[in-house]
């Protein structure tokens, strides 16, 4: 086996599953599960004291989302561990697109849009990240590839990066050999290249000698490996982590509803929260280990919960409060929380904030009505404004039927009007048809 004609340097073997790393933050990945393979030497190199690592994340979108959490908890644990952290941005690579895991040729975005998503990227990266170096910690630095790749001329890039790479060693790699009975183009074929130099670069402006990523990028991280080894000399170092499955064999990050998006116009906090509460109980241990820093103890004690209690689901709620807090802020998860248990049965509706109001307002049917001149108003014509039902005629049959529920409480077939009093915060209504059809209402003025 051979790598651009050489042998394969030791450094760049795959670590056998059974080898155990010693240094701390090799560790602490282990145990979570989040070590999928690195370079022989990694180990050692970690113990002579603090690196500079990197992960590259694409901006085809203007969030990042669920999916592209391993990675980013990959770098957290990084710098927990006293390293410090690059986050790069492929300002230059997003207007190709990486081919690794696509059966087709992506859509290239304009370099507005790319910027755009960039900047939404490092607003989101910040709930994780300590930029600022205040914590006792390395602070992390962000770079963007557009720096250097849309400066560099394409002669000087097939002269000084080119010509390391054979052609029969890129089409070895599974990124281009996966795509090549349903064709590649040139543009993303050579992506490797694009991100090996992206390696050199920041190896030369930040010291950086260790690149993250998914184990699909295997190949290309080892490629900007080997680039530094013949360019500049020096030893530099990949570590992957795996990609993330759910035990029921669909794609992690899926909904009915499409993908779980960190930003919170795409995706709320509620649908972030309902996200993780919903997990499997087979994968919520993996999960927690995964998304949180919550420690072993308590994840093990979690896990014979799920065992013992399955029906209480504290594993999943452990999950989901530690998670969307970490996304949306601890004031947004508890706001979900309360809508969840709600919505599920489980809550009052006198009891919600005026939090969870707002954010169940974005989850149910909403409607503002303005104040009546009495002091109570029309239970059939607060259903009709709320669209639960089609006319008076219906909800008088609904009502009849004790099918309406206001704030909790189950209206009887003479229950015709809600008196100001019940009005929650800010002159609210929670309104229910049957067991799960939900509006809610404001009462202006």
């Known amino acids: 086996m051979a790598v651009y004609g050489y042998s394969v340097p030791r450094y760049l073997l795959k670590m056998s599953s059974t080898t155990l790393p010693t240094a701390s933050l090799l560790d602490e990945l282990a145990w979570r599960g989040l070590l999928n393979q690195y370079t022989e030497g990694l180990p050692e190199w970690l113990e002579r004291g603090a690196v500079t690592a990197y992960c590259g994340f694409d901006p085809s979108a203007p969030s990042l989302h669920v999916g592209n959490l391993v990675p980013v908890m990959g770098l957290v644990h990084l710098q927990r561990a006293g390293h410090r952290p690059i986050v790069l941005v492929g300002g230059g690579t997003g207007m190709i697109g990486d081919p690794s895991g696509k ?150 990050g899926k909904t009915e509803a499409g993908a779980v998006w960190l930003d919170p116009a795409r995706s709320s906090p509620y649908r972030m929260y309902q996200f993780w509460i919903n997990t499997d109980d087979r994968d919520v241990g993996r999960y927690l280990r995964f998304f949180t820093l919550l420690g072993r103890e308590e994840i093990e004690s979690l896990e014979c919960e799920v065992a013992e209690h399955p029906e209480r689901r504290a594993a999943q709620q452990a999950l989901a409060d530690d998670v969307t807090a970490r996304v949306h802020g601890a004031g947004a998860a508890r706001a979900a929380a309360e809508v969840s248990a709600l919505l599920f049965g489980k809550g009052e509706a006198r009891s919600l904030s005026p939090e969870a109001l707002e954010a169940l307002a974005a989850e149910v049917p909403f409607v503002e009505l303005p104040a009546p001149e009495g002091e109570t108003i029309d239970v059939l014509e607060l259903f009709v404004a709320a669209k639960l039902a089609q006319s008076k005629g219906a909800a008088r049959r609904l009502l009849e039927q004790g099918g309406l529920n206001v704030n909790g409480r189950r209206l009887g077939a003479s229950d015709r009007a809600v008196a100001r009093e019940e009005l929650l915060p800010d002159g609210h209504l929670l309104l229910r048809k049957g067991a799960r059809d939900y509006a809610l209402v404001r009462v202006v003025g």
Request: net charge negative; aromatic share 8%; proline share 2%.
């Open 103 to 252: 059966t087709a040729e992506r859509q290239l975005n304009s370099p507005d849009v790319v910027a755009e998503n960039t900047r939404a990227i490092r607003s989101q990266l910040e709930r994780f990240l300590d930029f600022s170096g205040t914590q006792g910690r390395p602070g992390a630095i962000m770079r963007d590839n557009a720096e250097w790749l849309l400066t560099i001329g394409a002669v000087e890039f097939m002269r000084d990066v080119g010509k390391h790479f054979t052609v029969n060693y890129m089409l070895q790699k599974e990124s281009v050999k996966s795509r090549m009975e349903a064709g590649i183009s040139y543009t993303e074929f050579s992506y490797m290249l694009l991100q090996a130099y992206d390696y050199l670069e920041l190896h030369r402006r930040e010291g950086a000698t260790l690149q993250l990523g998914g184990s699909d990028q295997w190949g290309n991280i080892t490629a900007g490996v080997e680039l530094i080894r013949r360019t500049e000399g020096h030893e530099s170092h990949a570590l992957t982590l795996p990609l993330v499955t759910t035990a029921a064999g669909t794609k992690f």
